[in-house]
């Protein structure tokens, strides 16, 4: 088989040349969980539903004394709303767009931003995170790549799909950079418990 290999002059595929093949013809993107999406509607809308659900209460506290109240209301589910429509741009605006050597960066649904692997300076990727809430804990992983001089550009893989097929086109590129990102705590309890 070898003779055959060398009489036709093809060596076949190294480890290196498969990865550069797969880079060169690589096409993917990197969007939003769709779950994630819809959650994101939904707070941006309570907002304004709890403000028509209380239309007419706000109406009556208009026509009495207490018409600051109704406005103190009024202003907390503008502040709700607001921040609403903020997370909803920043985190469902987010998406990569990878083509072979080049990508497209956006943000905000309307900022985009055409680099080449080359303009990557490195790919953070940490693990380890966690975030708190009342009833349950999330552990979560984050990629941040620098590039154009200090400017970063962050992806979590719990809030979007095509996280780790990202992670593994860095790690094609030689761009990764791996972090443990848990607290000191943690990896004490971690490593009593795994016996390290």
């Not at 779950?35 to 994101?40: A, D, L, M």
């Not at 209301?73 to 502040?79: E, M």
């Not at 975030?131 to 970063?152: D, N, P, Q």
């Amino acid at each position: 088989m070898e003779n055959q290999n060398q009489d036709n002059g093809t060596s076949g595929y190294g480890f290196d040349d498969f990865l550069e093949d797969e880079i060169k013809d690589c096409a993917f993107k990197v969007t939003i969980h769709s779950h994630k999406f819809f959650f994101h509607i939904v707070f941006m809308l309570i907002p304004i539903v709890f403000y028509f659900m209380f239309h007419g209460f706000f109406k009556v506290l208009d026509y009495t004394d207490m018409g600051i109240y109704a406005n103190g209301f009024r202003f907390i589910l503008f502040l709700f709303f607001v921040m609403g429509l903020v997370f909803f741009f920043y985190n469902c605006g987010k998406e990569i767009v990878v083509s072979g050597r080049g990508m497209v960066l956006r943000s905000c649904f309307i900022f985009n931003e055409s680099i080449s692997v080359s303009d990557i300076e490195k790919c953070e990727v940490i693990t380890g995170l966690t975030t708190h809430g009342r009833y349950h804990t999330e552990h979560y992983s984050k990629a941040v790549i620098y590039f154009g001089g200090g400017r970063s550009y962050s992806i979590t893989d719990n809030m979007y799909k095509g996280w780790g097929r990202f992670v593994r086109y860095m790690e094609m590129n030689n761009k990764v950079e791996r972090i443990d990102g848990r607290s000191t705590l943690q990896k004490a309890l971690d490593n009593m418990i795994g016996g390290k």
